[in-house]
C-alpha cells in the first residue's frame, strides 16, 4: 500500500474529529431522493442534517455540497440553503459524486483529510464516493442518522459495507460534541451550539434547555 493511501488509526486522540481537521460533505439531500427514504422517518433526516449544517457553519469548517441532476431530482432542503444561502450546491450526473472532477477539486480546495460524509442514498450516492475516498487516503466518517436508504436493509447493509471498508459510522449529535470537545475552551460557540442542541436535539436538547433553566434560576446562565 502507498504511503498516500495508508489508512488512518481508529484509535488514540487523533482519531477524534476537531474542527480544523475536517470537511463536511452534504450529497444530495433533495426533494426526489427524500420522496424514496424508507430507513429513517424523512423529517427525522432534515432535522439532523440541518442541525449537523449549522454546527459546520458555526465552527468554520469547510462544507462541500452537491446535487445529482437538480433539474430533475429537486433542488438541496430548504434548511441546508438557509444555512450556506450564498452557496450553490455543485450540480452533477455522476452518481458517484468522487467521479465528478469539480466535486472532488471543492474537497481538495478545503486541504482536509478526515471528510463527514451525509446523503441520500446511504447505499448509493454515499457509499459510493466514501469507499472511493477512503481507498484514496482520506479519513471518511459518515454521519448515519443525517444519511438514509430506500429502505432499512439497504441503510444497514451500505453502512455495513462502510464499515467493512474502514470508513467510521457517527451520528450528528457525536459530531457536534467531538468539534466543541472542552465547553470551557470553546465559550464563543458554547451559547450557539446549546441553541442547535435545543431546537435539534429533541431529548438531549430538553435536557440541555432544562439545564440552562437551572443556572438562569441559580444567576449562573
Given at each position: 500500500?502507498?504511503?498516500a ?18 470537511a463536511?460533505?452534504?450529497?444530495d ?17 432534515v ?15 469547510p ?5 445529482v441532476v437538480?433539474?430533475?431530482s ?8 438557509d444555512v450556506?444561502?450564498?452557496?450553490p450546491?455543485i ?17 481538495k480546495?478545503?486541504?482536509?483529510k478526515?471528510?463527514i ?10 457509499a459510493?464516493p466514501a469507499?472511493q475516498?477512503?481507498g484514496?487516503g482520506?479519513d471518511?466518517?459518515v454521519?448515519?442518522d ?16 462502510m464499515?467493512q ?6 451520528t450528528w449529535?457525536?459530531v ?6 472542552d465547553?470551557?475552551a ?6 450557539q ?7 435539534h436535539?429533541g ?7 432544562w439545564?440552562?433553566q437551572?443556572l438562569?434560576s441559580?444567576?449562573?446562565?
Amino acid at each position: 500500500m502507498s504511503a498516500a493511501a495508508k489508512q488512518p488509526s481508529y484509535t488514540g486522540l487523533d482519531a477524534l474529529l476537531t474542527p480544523e481537521d475536517c470537511a463536511l460533505l452534504l450529497i444530495d439531500h433533495q426533494g426526489a431522493q427524500f420522496a424514496n427514504l424508507h430507513s429513517h422517518e424523512p423529517q427525522l433526516i432534515v432535522n439532523n442534517v440541518v442541525a449537523l449544517a449549522k454546527t459546520a457553519k458555526l465552527l468554520g469548517v469547510p462544507t462541500v455540497l452537491t446535487t445529482v441532476v437538480a433539474a430533475r431530482s429537486g433542488n438541496i432542503i430548504g434548511g441546508i440553503h438557509d444555512v450556506f444561502p450564498d452557496q450553490p450546491p455543485i450540480d452533477r450526473t455522476f452518481i458517484n459524486a468522487w467521479q465528478d472532477a469539480q466535486f472532488v477539486n471543492a474537497v481538495k480546495k478545503t486541504g482536509r483529510k478526515k471528510l463527514i460524509m451525509a446523503g441520500l442514498w446511504t447505499e448509493v450516492c454515499v457509499a459510493m464516493p466514501a469507499i472511493q475516498a477512503q481507498g484514496e487516503g482520506y479519513d471518511v466518517y459518515v454521519v448515519s442518522d443525517a444519511s438514509g436508504g430506500v429502505s432499512v436493509e439497504a441503510h444497514a447493509m451500505s453502512m455495513d459495507r462502510m464499515i467493512q471498508a474502514g470508513i467510521k459510522p457517527i451520528t450528528w449529535l457525536a459530531v457536534l460534541c467531538e468539534w466543541q470537545r472542552d465547553w470551557a475552551a470553546r465559550p464563543d460557540t458554547m451559547g450557539q451550539l446549546t441553541g442547535i442542541l435545543i431546537e435539534h436535539g429533541g431529548s438531549s436538547g430538553a435536557a440541555f434547555a432544562w439545564g440552562y433553566q437551572l443556572l438562569a434560576s441559580a444567576g449562573k446562565a
